[in-house]
Structure formats: C-alpha cells, structure tokens
C-alpha cells in the first residue's frame, strides 16, 4: 500500500514539476553550477553525453559527433531517429544548425587534464553563446560516470524506475561478476592494452583510462607503461614495433574505436614477438567510449569470453 | 693532337672512380640501416640473421622482417627518385622538375585517399596499386593538358600542366580529408613517406616496375644528351624530340609512381639529387643518371637511420627527414653556384 502511494506521488511529481516552471541547476564537471528558470527540455549533447542520457530515457534534440556517426562507437546500438546531428568530426559543430534547434541546454562532458569540454575550445567557443554548456567529468571509472549520468538524468525529468534500465544495470551486474570470476580463476593472466599504428605500437596506461581501471579493480593484471609519453600523448608509451614484445602479456587488449586498429597490428610482421598476439589471445578494448550499461554488458561479455579462454602461462 | 681523347679518358676514369667510391659508401649505408634500429642488436647477430637465419630469435625475425625489407625498400626508392628526378629534369629541361611538378605524388596520393575514404582499404599493399594507378592518370592527364594547342607538349606547357594539375588533384585531396578525419588518420603516416612497416611482399610488387623503369631510363641518356642542345638542334641532329620525351617521361611515370607506391610521396630526393650529381659529373646524361641513381638511395637511407634515432621511442619519418635536409642543402647549391641552366 505504502509502496503504492510511492509510486503514484513520483508520477504525480514527475508529470506536475515541470508545469510549476521549477528552477533547474546543475553543477558540472568544471566546478561551475548552471541554473535555469525551468528543466531544460531543448539538449544538445557531445556524442559520449548521448550515449550516457539516451538509454536513461532523455532524449537530446541534437548531437554533436567527433566522427561521422556510424563510426562513432560510443552511439553504436542506439535509436537516434529524430535527432539532428551538428556535427561529425572533433572540434567542429555546425553553429547554424545548433542554433535552429534552439537549445535550453548544451551537455558535454568535461576532461580535467586537458581542461576542456568535448569537441575542444573552438566547440566551446561556438556553443556557449548559444546555451548554456554542463556535462559530467571523464573520471577514473565509467561505473561513477553513468551513476553521474543517472543523477543528470533524474534532475532532467528521467524515471530511473523503468524496467529497461532496471535490465541494462542487472545485465551488466551479471557480466560484471562473470568477468570478476574469470578473473579471479586466473590471477595470473597478464593484460596490456594496445593501440596500433602503422609507426609504432602504443602501450596505454591504465591510469588514463576510465574502463582500464574499472577492469583493473575487478580483477585484472592490467600492464601499466614505465614511462607514458610526456608531450601531447599523455595516455600511451609509444614504441617502436622491433620492441613490440616490450610488455609482454597473455591477453593483448586492442583499441576497438575502429576496426582497422586490429588490422594494422596484425599486419605488423613483429606483432607477434609478443606472447599474447603470438598465440591469438586478442580481444577489443573498449577505448574511452562505454557510457552505459548496456554497452558495458556487451564488452564485458567479451572480455570474459577472452579471459576464459586464454593461457594464462605464456608471459614470464 | 690526342690530348682531348685522353683528356676524355681520364675524365671517364675519374668519373668511374666515383661511382666505384658512391657504390662503396651505399654498401657501408646499407650495412648500418640493417644495424640502426629502436632495438639493439649486436653486428654479428645481424649477420647470423642473413647467413643462417633462426626463426625462433626474436632478434632474427627483426631483421629479416623489419629491417631487411626496409633497407632494400630504401635502396630501391632511392634509387627510383634519383633517376626520375633526373629524366625529368632531362627531358622537361626544367632544374625544378621532380615527381612532384608532374602530378605524379599528387596523382598518387588521391587514389589512396578515394581508396580509403570510399572503398575501406586500410592496408599498405593495395595502397600499392592504388598509387600507381593514381600517378599513371595523373601523368596521362597532364601530358594531354600539355599537348593542347599547335606547338604539342613543350617543356614549359608541361610543368604548367603539372602545376595546375597537381593543385586541382590537392584540393579535392584536402576536400576529402577535411570532411574525413578517418581517412586523414590512415592516410597521414602514409602521405609523408615512410620506409617503416614494409614488408617484403610490397619489394616483390614494385621491384618489376623499377627495373623495368630504370633500363627504359638508363637507355635515354642519350636522348636527354640531344634534348639538352635544344628541341631546334637535337631536331638538325635527326632525333624525334617528342618521342624522346614520351620515352623519358614513361621512364619516369614508372619510376615515381612505383616509388610514391612503396614509400609514399618523398620531397626533394630526386630534385636535390640530380642536381649535385650534374655538379660532380658535368653535364652528359651517361654519368648523371647513375650517379643520380647511387647518391639518391645514399641520401635516403642515410636520412631513414637518422629519423630512426633523433627521437627515440619514437621515429621520425624518412619524408620529414629528407625535406630537413633536402631544402636548406638546396638552397645552398643554388646560392653557391647557378643552376645549370638545362
């Protein structure tokens, strides 16, 4: 009965707040609060931001890429009828567009240590005249960051109740303790994740990446760099590919933000002096683009899949 | 009444030397490519990894698979540029010309961003052939801009052509890549040229094409010679100047677009080049071109080893390296002397 009346007095809420014209305010990533006379209903959001908002239910009236959207991996699976897209490559937003849209509210999401918003200073630049601009931070694990999202969401008019989310999250629970008894059933494996190009192979440091260090607190012996490139690239150790076997691991964790990544390694005839590419233990690391439960699962499932299957005895 | 033949005889014997000297430098270049790298391998595994190779050493497979083909790309490419560079300047009697002022990097270079923006290829070995086939249309199209009007493809009209052409095939070039940073993230390593990441299979693919291109440009020295007097004289002395330069510019198309294919567009080497060649030599084909062709590779080579060490981890590409070098060594040579006039 009490649960009942519960219900019925968020409905209640959720429907009669916003005819109120209720004061909306938000303080971002930047430390900076925004506060509007009304919940902003009119979003224009970074492609990571949508891919964080749209399966908690809060549509953007627009969405602005760092790449033409079919290559955008962050909104790979997602329903984006309806939605204009402003933009289709880093730093680049069409002003004209954006401006039709009329937007309430821009969201990004704000990266610390190069102190900018997605898209960079010049997609800053053109959006803030237009509306105001928040986001969540990129942080040190993409777990916090959809619980940000959802906090976001519900202040945005989401019901967080809805049995889809409620899905997505019990979905990713599963193959969160999945991936952690893999894990835990080989203490031993070694792990490295990778990014190939066609001049060098670069070592990524866990540090710099939010799902890196997810995976780490789960159980996995990630491989950090000894030194992370200090100029520009502050997220890899470049080396050249007659090092490939620098760091060597069983499991060898691929930037899957494009698919020629993996292609390019294994064209590399020197992939293969490392342990893990020699014996094919290769599978995709979700580079710095998971922002909801449901892509998590998924990649999760993977990396399990990967783990289970793995030697665990191939690097000293 | 013999003195100018032995004059002549001596000059040649001077010359040979030269080439002698220049091959020996380009072996001692070679040997230090195949001992260079981010890894440091000991002289004498480098040679147990030629003379008795081990499949199991990671250091063999380093320099079988790495630096071997590298080294030989580098031979072959040099020598290519070198050449090219120099029949191109023969025949169009222009000191500027290069692959470069023909379309032929241009032409290249746009069939691999239309490859990767709109067919997906990602991979260095259609690249290959997506380059060729690039610089062979490009050289077509401007040979034919060039052939418009009554007096045919003069040397000028040619390098007019080329210019023109080579800045219509870069915007659309750049009008691709500026709405494709996808297309720009492959292709960027690849347009600044690059002996790294090649494999032996892509020696295997150009090699038929440079030999073939070197014998065909070898064999118009003498032409180049007829061409230099002049189109009115080298007419008088009974040779078909348009079919000496048709001769001289396939010569060239297959040079530079095998070379652009395998190593991606490289400034400077076959503009430099043959000009400090004609300076040791004098003028007369039949010791520029080689010498063109034994000094190119020394130059290319040795600016690989070098953009291999200057920043480690990390390398430099050869382009970058040999545009360092290349330029400011080009505006010396023509504050110091005046280009010979071709």
């Given at each position: ?17 916003p005819?109120f ?8 990533g ?18 990571d ?34 939605i ?23 969201i ?8 900018a918003?997605?898209?960079g200073a ?21 777990v ?8 976001l969401?519900?202040?945005?008019g989401?019901d ?15 193959a ?5 008894a893999?894990t835990?059933?080989?203490?031993d ?9 066609a ?11 939010a ?6 607190s ?34 060898i964790l691929?930037?899957?933000r494009?698919?020629?990544t993996l ?10 002096l ?7 233990q290769v ?22 899949a ?11 | ?38 890894r440091a ?11 008795a ?15 071997l083909?590298?080294?030989?790309v ?15 300047q ?17 032409g ?12 997906g ?10 380059a060729f ?5 490009a ?11 009554r ?12 210019a ?5 095939l870069?915007?659309?070039i ?12 492959e ?9 790294a990441g ?5 020696v ?13 440009a070898?064999?118009?020295a ?10 009115d004289?080298?007419?008088a002395?009974?040779q078909?100047?348009?079919?000496s330069r048709?001769?001289a ?8 677009g ?23 030599t ?25 953009g ?6 990390g390398?430099?590409q ?10 400011p060594f080009?505006?010396?040579l023509?504050?110091?002397r ?5």
């Amino acid at each position: 009965m009490f649960r009942i009346s519960a219900l019925a007095l968020c409905l209640l809420a959720g429907t009669a707040l916003p005819s109120f014209a209720q004061a909306w305010s938000y303080t971002g990533g930047d430390g900076e609060t925004v506060t509007l006379d009304a919940v902003p209903t009119r979003i224009i959001a970074h492609q990571d931001a949508a891919a964080g908002l749209i399966p908690l239910g809060i549509r953007p009236v627009g969405i602005y890429a760092d790449s033409p959207i079919e290559a955008a991996k962050a909104l790979e699976g997602l329903d984006l009828t309806g939605i204009e897209i402003v933009g289709t490559a880093w730093s680049e937003v069409d002003i004209e567009k954006v401006a039709a849209l009329d937007p309430d509210l821009i969201i990004g999401e704000w990266w610390d240590r190069n102190g900018a918003w997605s898209g960079g200073a010049d997609v800053e630049a053109a959006l803030a005249p237009l509306a105001p601009l928040t986001g969540v931070a990129a942080s040190d694990s993409i777990v916090g960051m959809i619980e940000e999202y959802e906090e976001l969401a519900a202040s945005l008019g989401a019901d967080l109740d809805d049995l889809a989310i409620a899905r997505s999250k019990a979905d990713f629970e599963a193959a969160r303790a999945g991936f952690q008894a893999a894990t835990a059933a080989k203490p031993d494996l070694k792990a490295v994740a990778v990014y190939a190009g066609a001049d060098a192979i670069y070592f990524a440091d866990p540090a710099g990446a939010a799902e890196l260090l997810d995976l780490r607190s789960w159980g996995l012996d990630l491989i950090s760099p000894e030194g992370v490139d200090a100029a520009g690239n502050n997220y890899f150790e470049t080396v050249s590919w007659e090092n490939a076997d620098k760091y060597p691991a069983d499991l060898i964790l691929v930037d899957n933000r494009s698919a020629s990544t993996l292609q390019t390694a294994l064209a590399q005839p020197t992939w293969t002096l490392n342990p893990g590419a020699a014996a094919g233990q290769v599978t995709d690391w979700p580079a710095f683009w998971l922002r909801n439960y449901a892509a998590y699962a998924g990649e999760l499932e993977k990396l399990t899949a990967a783990i289970n299957a793995a030697d665990p005895d191939l690097a000293p | 009444m013999t003195a100018p033949v032995s004059d002549r005889g001596r000059k040649a014997a001077r010359l040979g030397l030269g080439l002698l000297l220049l091959a020996m430098a380009l072996v001692a270049i070679a040997l230090l490519s195949l001992t260079t790298g981010a890894r440091a391998i000991p002289a004498e595994t480098v040679w147990g990894a030629l003379t008795a190779y081990d499949p199991a050493s990671t250091e063999h497979r380093i320099i079988q698979d790495l630096r071997l083909p590298r080294t030989i790309v580098g031979l072959l490419v040099g020598a290519a540029l070198g050449l090219a560079g120099a029949v191109l300047q023969g025949a169009t009697r222009n000191p500027l010309a290069d692959p470069s002022i023909l379309g032929i990097n241009a032409g290249a270079a746009l069939a691999v961003v239309l490859g990767v923006a709109f067919f997906g290829m990602t991979q260095l070995s259609t690249y290959v052939w997506l380059a060729f086939i690039g610089a062979g249309a490009a050289m077509l199209v401007v040979y034919a801009v060039a052939s418009l009007g009554r007096e045919g493809a003069t040397p000028v009209k040619l390098a007019l052509a080329g210019a023109a052409i080579t800045a219509v095939l870069q915007s659309i070039i750049n009008a691709i890549l500026l709405t494709s940073p996808r297309t720009l993230d492959e292709v960027r390593f690849w347009q600044v040229g690059s002996l790294a990441g090649r494999s032996i299979d892509i020696v295997f693919q150009v090699a038929p094409f440079l030999a073939l291109g070197a014998v065909l440009a070898l064999a118009t020295a003498r032409l180049l010679d007829g061409l230099s007097m002049g189109d009115d004289v080298a007419r008088a002395l009974g040779q078909r100047i348009g079919l000496s330069r048709g001769l001289a510019g396939l010569a060239a198309v297959i040079l530079a677009g095998a070379a652009t294919a395998a190593a991606g567009p490289i400034a400077f080497v076959g503009l430099t080049v043959p000009h400090v060649a004609r300076a040791v030599t004098g003028p007369g084909y039949r010791w520029i071109l080689p010498y063109s062709m034994v000094m190119a590779p020394i130059l290319l080579l040795g600016a690989d080893v070098v953009g291999r060490v200057i920043s480690p981890p990390g390398e430099v590409q050869v382009g970058i390296v040999t545009a360092f070098i290349g330029a400011p060594f080009f505006i010396a040579l023509v504050r110091r002397r005046k280009l010979a006039a071709l």
